[in-house]
């Protein structure tokens, strides 16, 4: 079975509560249970992780790589806009990983249209909610059917 790992960055511990107009209602619990749900349909298992703290989500990328895990969802929230040191963990990790925003950057302001993490990944879903998590699975699905 594959194992998929999703990394969340600063603030997004605070869904449901940080600006329900963009991000809706639901928390991060219920998004992971989303995907939890989905993965195991599509065979997976995952794993959860969420830090504001840059460091430990770079560690992490690499304990992870290190135990063997098959691919990543990240979503680093502002973290994807500045952050060439996650870009490099998420390159030497070797590992699939498609980049994930729950609303659409490109709409949003002028700051947030570039991801510099997006350049290591297979893919960048965004604008999508929490289903953009279960096309980012589907889309690894995919990927490891073909691969």
Same mark, same amino acid.
């Given at each position: 079975?594959?194992?998929? &790992?999703?990394?969340?960055?600063p603030n997004?511990?605070?869904?449901?509560?940080?600006?329900?107009?963009i991000?809706?209602?639901?928390?991060?619990?219920?998004?992971?249970?989303?995907?939890?749900?989905?993965?195991?349909?599509?065979?997976?298992?995952?794993?959860?992780?969420?830090?504001?703290?840059?460091?430990?989500?770079?560690?992490?990328?690499?304990?992870?790589?290190?135990?063997?895990?098959?691919?990543?969802?990240?979503?680093?929230?502002?973290?994807?806009?500045?952050?060439?040191?996650?870009?490099?963990?998420?390159?030497?990790?070797?590992?699939?990983? $498609?980049? $994930?925003?729950?609303?659409?950057?490109?709409?949003?302001?002028?700051?947030?249209?570039?991801?510099?993490? &997006?350049?290591?990944?297979?893919?960048?879903?965004?604008?999508?909610?929490?289903?953009?998590? $279960?096309?980012?699975?589907?889309?690894?699905?995919?990927? &490891? $059917?073909?691969?």
């Amino acid at each position: 079975m594959k194992r998929i &790992a999703i990394l969340h960055g600063p603030n997004l511990d605070r869904l449901g509560k940080r600006q329900p107009e963009i991000y809706g209602h639901a928390t991060l619990k219920d998004l992971e249970q989303l995907i939890r749900t989905e993965a195991r349909g599509l065979g997976f298992t995952t794993t959860f992780f969420q830090s504001a703290h840059e460091g430990a989500l770079v560690d992490r990328i690499h304990a992870l790589t290190d135990r063997g895990v098959d691919a990543f969802i990240v979503n680093f929230g502002a973290y994807s806009h500045t952050s060439i040191a996650l870009r490099d963990a998420l390159a030497a990790s070797g590992k699939p990983a $498609v980049e $994930v925003h729950i609303s659409d950057i490109r709409r949003r302001e002028k700051f947030r249209h570039v991801s510099m993490t &997006a350049g290591a990944c297979v893919a960048m879903i965004c604008g999508k909610g929490f289903p953009g998590y $279960v096309e980012a699975l589907r889309l690894l699905k995919q990927r &490891a $059917v073909s691969a």
